[in-house]
């Protein structure tokens, strides 16, 4: 009989990041399988049909899809590359699911015809994509912060793009953004060093 071979004390916390990182894509594997999809230009969208609670959230997402297409089209492709389901359902919590290559977007955070903020919501998620799918599980818990402004530099180079088509909601969403990018700063300013 072997001897059991000792891992490191940080080992520990990799695996049970990679426990959660594999658990969080069961419920979009499981979704994908329940909900009616949609297919637009290399995007397919899953959601419920005549559901009250998922109301027009569908619409929005087709809607903020199509203006990605229009006001960004190489954001587009690398997103299809990246993203290519998108699961609109009103339980869901918003956010990358790796194992399935889904975004996740729960119906109450897209609001009727507002589809720029859905947009800016999908592509805050392909970033999330992008990072989750090179690095996985093995990303640092510092690192999120990064993360996180990154997909905020991504959104606002985004809003810029759509202020220079005379969007009249550009100022507005690139405003909030500035806003929730000075907080990050102060956020990471504030926190010891590791």
Request: net charge positive; proline share 8%; charged share 25%.
């Amino acid at each position: 009989m072997h001897a059991p071979v000792s891992r490191p004390a940080a080992c520990g916390g990799y695996l049970r990041r990679l426990a959660a990182f594999r658990k969080e894509g069961w419920p979009a594997l499981l979704l994908m399988r329940m909900l009616e999809q949609d297919r637009q230009d290399g995007i397919t969208l899953y959601f419920t049909r005549d559901d009250p609670e998922t109301g027009t959230a569908p619409e929005t997402v087709r809607g903020a899809l199509s203006l990605i297409r229009e006001v960004d089209p190489a954001r587009y492709r690398r997103m299809r590359g990246l993203v290519p389901r998108v699961i609109v359902h009103p339980t869901a919590h918003t956010a990358y699911a790796p194992l399935a290559r889904a975004a996740m977007v729960r119906a109450g955070d897209t609001r009727p015809g507002q589809h720029a903020l859905a947009a800016l919501l999908l592509i805050r998620l392909s970033t999330w994509s992008r990072v989750l799918g090179r690095f996985g599980a093995r990303l640092p818990l510092r690192s999120y912060r990064r993360v996180r402004i990154r997909a905020l530099h991504s959104g606002l180079a985004f809003v810029r793009r759509l202020a220079g088509r005379g969007h009249p909601g550009a100022p507005a969403l690139e405003a909030y953004l500035r806003g929730q990018l000075e907080a990050e700063r102060e956020a990471a300013n504030a926190a010891p060093s590791p």
